[in-house]
């Protein structure tokens, strides 16, 4: 389907958002975190509105591009005209943190085999590597309540989110929120690379090291700072900078 170019059409804020997520998806298809046309990552733009854009629900996420992301409403209304529809679970999710959660401008939802084998297990995600420390001190838990399509459920996963950075969606996956699409895509990297190191050394079969809950305090508290040369980008944005360059070499096409 041949989707016309907004550039220009839209606002700069606005195109610029929409190269970002659209990176968001292809870099998410290229990590093997896709699942077909499921799951989702929306990005809230920078208006009094919350309205935020989401992926056309029927293309695979290596097709998405910044002109075919759709722009809806809290309400779930489409705020321009678009051929595509718009998953119910997504807006049932993002919807719901998007209205209360005003430094979450981008929210991401995955069903990787990693996350969602975690997400199975009672304990849930155990301090067992460097990169899992950095996500047990800002994570909550959400029991399953079927697909996410019921407006009953918004409180409880508000809840169950509170002001943390990740969420387990038990038997069901992961959640990261960022202030930047940068930062949550770099904390759903921390998210399931800790849950595939633990699915990995479970199936060693040997006793497991946990790491020291003093380190694991630690190792919280570090979040995606200034580099300490005086250089103006953060941690999060040199990691996304250089990402975009990897993504024009494959394919730029997502900047269209």
């Given amino acids: 389907m041949e989707i016309g170019s907004l550039k220009g059409k839209v606002s700069d804020k606005e195109w610029q958002l929409r190269c970002d997520l659209a990176a968001c998806y292809r870099l998410v298809a290229l990590h093997g975190w896709s699942d077909l046309i499921y799951t989702h990552m929306t990005a809230r733009l920078p208006d009094a509105d919350h309205r935020f854009l989401i992926n056309p629900y029927g293309l695979l996420f290596e097709e998405i591009t910044a ?19 718009v998953n119910a679970a997504g807006f049932t999710i993002h919807s719901a943190i998007h209205s209360i959660r005003e430094d979450a401008l981008c929210v991401m939802h995955t069903h990787t085999r990693a996350g ?44 169950s989110l509170g002001n943390n950075r990740f969420l387990v969606l038990r038997n069901h996956g992961l959640l990261t929120v960022g202030s930047s699409i940068a930062e949550a895509f770099r904390a759903m990297y921390f998210f399931e690379t800790s849950c595939q190191i633990q699915i990995a050394a479970q199936a060693g079969g040997g006793a497991l090291r946990m790491v020291d809950p003093e380190v694991v305090n630690r190792n919280a508290n570090v979040r995606s700072g200034t580099i300490r040369d005086g250089g103006a980008q953060t941690v999060a944005e040199l990691m996304w900078s250089a990402l975009l360059r990897k993504l024009d070499r494959i394919d730029p096409s997502y900047a269209s």
């Fill in 67 to 85: 002109s075919s992301l759709v722009k809806i409403d809290l309400d779930g209304n489409k705020c321009d005209e678009s051929p595509f529809p």
């Fill in 116 to 159: 969602s084998a975690v997400s199975i297990q009672e304990a849930g995600l155990l301090p067992l590597s460097q990169q899992s420390t950095i996500v047990v001190g800002s994570l909550g838990y959400h029991d399953y309540e079927g697909i996410a399509t019921r407006a009953d459920e918004i409180p409880r996963l508000q809840a």
